[in-house]
């Protein structure tokens, strides 16, 4: 029998768009701050902690649901001596913008960023919008429910969700200023499996090392280097989910150290890499 400290992780060949995760006592998780290509939503399920989205903190509860933007930079950790469950479920952006404008309630097939960061338990709507979640991550990680039953059910809340989601919206866009810091990020996504130093960066793009490493962990949440781990640890989630050796993908993302492949995974991600391939398809 699985222990309740470690984390499940169901996925469907069926449907790959989607990722649940589970967690029944995360008293002891700790995450880094990190950030993921899918639109992601999350249930608290016990307890209570500290949701950082971007440079906005939240204390959040059972009842509460948490989304996180692709590429945003998040952390969520229980507070001291406080028991804490959840869901977190991640989305390809891409099938959801998809689903969202077949459905009508988005006039671009393309991806738009949400606006809320969390719905707390304090209207009706939120109250049923926490519950018929919960109920939709227990019928996905079910063994009863065909694969088609679990994507009508899921799709169904989606959509639910983001009609309430844009009543409680600004109709409007605000465009913000350019940010010189943008093209860095590009960069070390593109190129995060070399070992380029952050002074050569820097001085590519015309930063001092000490003002490009205080701005960027300012504007992400976390320095140049651990922005570029990050997206090997991204990386390194694509190629476990593929089934590859860990040892494997350890080496292919940039660490000939498995040991430090390890500490790192487990610091963004909650989980071992071990933990993290083998999936479930029921809890």
């Known amino acids: 029998m699985t222990p309740s400290t470690y984390p499940l992780f169901w996925r469907d060949p069926a449907l790959p768009y989607v990722e649940l995760r589970q967690v029944m006592d995360g008293r002891k998780v700790s995450y880094a ?3 993921h290509e899918a639109w992601s939503i999350g249930a608290i399920l016990e307890g209570e902690s500290e949701f950082l989205c971007a440079d906005r903190l939240h204390a959040v509860e059972r009842g509460a649901l948490v989304m996180m933007n692709p590429d945003v930079v998040h952390a969520c950790n229980p507070r001291q001596d406080s028991p804490w469950a959840y869901y977190m479920m991640h989305l390809d952006k891409d099938w959801l913008a998809s689903l969202l404008f077949d459905a009508g309630i988005r006039e671009d097939c393309s991806w738009q960023n949400t606006h809320l960061d969390t719905l707390t338990l304090d209207t ?3 109250t049923d919008l926490y519950a018929l979640f919960v109920v939709v991550c227990e019928r996905l990680m079910t063994a ?22 844009n009543e409680k919206t600004e109709t409007t866009t605000t465009m913000l200023p350019s940010n010189n810091l943008y093209p860095v990020a590009n960069y070390l996504n593109q190129f995060c499996l070399e070992d380029t130093s952050i002074e050569l960066i820097g001085a590519e793009f015309g930063f001092s090392t000490g003002y490009l490493v205080r701005a960027f962990k300012r504007h992400f949440n976390m320095t140049p280097h651990a922005y570029r781990l990050n997206r090997r640890i991204q990386l390194g989630q694509q190629a476990l989910k593929q089934g590859q050796p860990i040892a494997d993908v350890a080496q292919t993302i940039g660490f000939s150290d498995q040991a430090h492949f390890h500490r790192i ?3 963004r991600v909650a989980a071992t890499p071990d933990q993290y391939r083998r999936s479930t398809g029921s809890v």
Do not use: G, M, N, V
């Not at 009863?144 to 989601?165: G, N, P």
């Open 33 to 35: 701050p990190h950030s």
């Open 124 to 126: 009706l709507a939120t």
């Open 144 to 165: 009863e429910l065909s694969s088609s039953d679990k994507s009508q059910t899921l799709e169904r809340y989606l959509i639910c969700l983001f009609k309430h989601l």
């Open 265 to 267: 995974f487990k610091q």
